[in-house]
């Protein structure tokens, strides 16, 4: 009788031992979770494609803009200046009108098959990347993002 009481102690004794480890082990794991501060700061340096700090208010075309800027435009472009897998907008309503950013957003193929100087110096710069059509862009998403990016870079 007493042997079996010795080893109920023992098996309890051992659970109770594993259940603090655990514990001990789950506590050490959060603790070394970052926080929600440190996860953005992180998102920053983390290789992710820069978009610029929108300003407090974006006007209803520029807040579009933005949508469709993120959803069409930011894996190969930043809304700054900086380079990803082509140029940073920030400021190409100042080097190129609206209609021409139409007509190279939607076919760029044909932009530069039509001989546009600017289209094609930009081709041989970014070591002939072919950047994607996008045919369903229509003029005021292109006025959109214009007017995000615009906004997005005082």
């Not at 042997?3 to 001990?24: D, E, G």
């Not at 300003?55 to 075309?61: G, Q, T």
Request: hydrophobic share 45%; proline share 5%; net charge neutral.
């Amino acid at each position: 009788m007493e042997n079996k009481i010795f080893k109920t102690l023992r098996v309890v004794n051992t659970l109770l031992i594993v259940v603090v480890v655990c514990f001990i082990f789950t506590l050490l794991a959060f603790a070394m979770m970052p926080s929600q501060a440190e996860t953005a700061a992180a998102g920053a340096t983390s290789g992710a494609v820069p978009v610029a700090a929108a300003p407090a208010a974006l006007s209803a075309e520029a807040t579009k803009g933005k949508e469709i800027f993120t959803n069409n435009c930011a894996a190969c472009h930043a809304s700054t200046d900086e380079v990803v897998v082509g140029p940073g907008l920030k400021g190409i309503e100042s080097r190129r009108d609206a209609a021409w950013v139409e007509k190279w957003v939607q076919n760029p193929q044909k932009v530069l098959a039509g001989g546009d100087k600017y289209a094609n110096d930009l081709f041989k710069k970014f070591n002939g990347t072919q950047m994607t059509a996008f045919p369903n862009l229509g003029t005021e998403d292109i006025k959109n993002i214009l007017a995000f990016l615009k906004e997005s870079n005082p």
